[in-house]
């Protein structure tokens, strides 16, 4: 009987798992995110990017994470020579 409850909760724990991908962050460290700042400050505030992409002299930071207790959430922060061009813009009504 025990084997068979440790078998339940470790498939429990990996579908868990599983229900989530990305980098998770919050949108009230997102709202931290100020004009000039470095990506490594923001990726202190966010963690690591799930992506950059570059396009001319602008690099894009993206953060996305997926889960599927509390949906999804993406955000992108575009930096020219090294800073934040400008602070990403986040409606009040999106909450952790």
Same mark, same amino acid.
């Given at each position: 009987? &025990?084997?068979?409850?440790?078998? &339940?909760? &470790?498939?429990?724990?990996?579908?868990?798992?599983? #229900?989530? #991908?990305?980098?998770?962050?919050?949108?009230?460290?997102?709202?931290?995110?100020?004009?000039?700042?470095?990506?490594?400050?923001?990726?202190? &505030?966010?963690?690591?990017?799930?992506?950059?992409?570059?396009?001319?002299?602008?690099?894009?930071?993206?953060?996305?994470?997926?889960?599927?207790?509390?949906?999804?959430?993406?955000?992108?922060? +575009?930096?020219?020579?090294?800073?934040?061009?400008? #602070?990403?813009?986040?409606?009040?009504?999106?909450? +952790?």
């Amino acid at each position: 009987m &025990l084997k068979r409850t440790a078998r &339940l909760a &470790l498939a429990a724990l990996a579908l868990t798992l599983a #229900a989530c #991908a990305g980098s998770p962050f919050k949108w009230d460290d997102a709202r931290k995110i100020q004009p000039g700042m470095t990506p490594t400050e923001v990726s202190q &505030l966010l963690g690591p990017p799930t992506a950059v992409r570059a396009s001319g002299e602008t690099v894009s930071y993206v953060w996305a994470y997926v889960s599927s207790v509390s949906g999804s959430r993406t955000l992108r922060v +575009d930096f020219k020579d090294g800073h934040v061009i400008k #602070a990403p813009p986040i409606p009040p009504e999106l909450r +952790d």
